[in-house]
């Protein structure tokens, strides 16, 4: 059964940068046509969409994030990453690593979701 | 961008009852290469996270209910309940896959009343 599990510090201070990990199991992180990616929700608010990775290395990044953001892939550990840089307040949210339905294309819904890890960005 | 606007809000449907929810994009996400529209809802339970439901406007989930069904295509779309259960209460939430950034409408609570 697939599984996502996030992990990393809930708490970051202004200007840092937010660094999270999601460990796969279940299935390997390499197998064709799987893509992964970030999804993060603000207290009380809805979903955008961070960014998407293939284990190849490919990625693509919300524009509006696309400064700061940076998704890596550890095939090794089966892992992927999330690095977000010069945080601020507007960047406190639940962040869900999630996989995206198995196609060739990074275009395609969530179909697997972790349970999501709050990050509070505070001083 | 490719916005997506939900209504309503928030609605409240007698146990039994039908629910019906709205989702409207900013442009067509209408898929030429298979004729499919590039179109998902989710459910989010308090303290969840988001459940895919539907996929290509229509297509249910395995083991998701047939009282949930979704219709439409082009810029307009709709997510059915049939016959609102207590499990249903959530927020429902219409995304497009059809290009980058992938993008998601606001959300819709649903209640019994």
């Known amino acids: 059964q697939l599984q996502l599990q996030e992990s990393g510090p809930g708490l970051v201070k202004p200007s840092e940068t937010l660094s999270l990990t999601c460990t796969v199991s279940g299935v390997s992180i390499s197998s064709s046509f799987y893509y992964w990616g970030w999804v993060r929700q603000p207290p009380g608010k809805g979903l955008e969409w961070i960014g998407t990775?293939?284990?190849?290395?490919?990625?693509y990044y919300n524009w509006s994030l696309k400064s700061r953001v940076t998704i890596s892939v550890d095939t090794s550990k089966n892992q992927f990453s999330l690095k977000l840089s010069s945080v601020t307040a507007a960047d406190t949210a639940v962040y869900y690593c999630a996989r995206l339905q198995p196609a060739a294309t990074p275009t395609m819904p969530f179909d697997y979701w972790g349970q999501g890890t709050l990050v509070t960005v505070s001083s | 961008d490719i916005v997506m606007t939900q209504s309503p809000d928030s609605l409240a449907v007698s146990q039994g009852e039908r629910a019906t929810i709205n989702c409207k994009s900013s442009?067509?996400?209408?898929?030429?290469?298979?004729?499919?529209?590039?179109l998902a809802w989710y459910q989010q339970k308090p303290g969840q996270p988001p459940k895919l439901l539907i996929n290509w406007a229509s297509t249910r989930e395995s083991g998701v209910p047939d009282r949930f069904s979704g219709s439409g295509s082009g810029t307009d779309f709709t997510l059915t309940i049939s016959s609102l259960q207590a499990e249903d209460v959530a927020v429902y939430y219409c995304q497009q896959y059809y290009s980058t950034p992938q993008t998601f409408g606001q959300g819709t609570k649903v209640e019994i009343k």
């Open positions: 990775i293939y284990d190849s290395g490919s990625t």
């Open positions: 442009q067509s996400v209408l898929y030429s290469s298979n004729n499919k529209n590039s």
